[in-house]
């Protein structure tokens, strides 16, 4: 990821909120991240995540390079929520 990508969220339903993609080939996407886990494996770490679009459309020859893109938009939400320190975690448990 060489730089910030753009994107707008707000509040959906009562506990998520919407990413809306405000540039490049997805603009105008809007979707919603559900439950997403971080993968440990013997030398990396892999991003599991499920979405729905609610709004627009991804033409089936591009659903592969959509997913790659929603995963940097994530991978950059997390990175700023810990930067920020605003990451809100829940629904897991606490190994300690």
Same mark, same amino acid.
């Given at each position: 990821?060489?730089?910030?990508?753009?994107?707008?969220?707000?509040?959906?339903?009562?506990?998520?909120?919407?990413?809306?993609?405000?540039?490049? /080939?997805?603009? @105008?996407? /809007?979707?919603?991240?559900?439950?997403?886990? $971080?993968?440990?494996?013997?030398? &990396?770490?892999? $991003?599991?995540?499920?979405? !729905?679009?609610?709004?627009?459309?991804?033409? !089936? *020859?591009?659903? /592969?390079?959509?997913?790659?893109?929603?995963?940097?938009? $994530?991978?950059?939400?997390? *990175? !700023?929520?810990?930067?920020? &320190?605003? $990451?809100?975690?829940? @629904? @897991?448990?606490?190994?300690?």
């Amino acid at each position: 990821m060489l730089h910030k990508i753009q994107y707008e969220t707000e509040p959906y339903g009562t506990n998520q909120y919407s990413v809306t993609l405000t540039e490049g /080939k997805f603009a @105008g996407v /809007k979707y919603v991240l559900g439950k997403t886990e $971080l993968i440990e494996g013997k030398d &990396n770490l892999t $991003l599991k995540y499920h979405y !729905d679009i609610i709004e627009s459309k991804v033409e !089936d *020859s591009d659903v /592969k390079e959509f997913e790659t893109f929603i995963g940097d938009v $994530l991978m950059q939400m997390l *990175s !700023d929520g810990v930067k920020n &320190n605003d $990451l809100v975690y829940s @629904g @897991g448990v606490d190994a300690d």
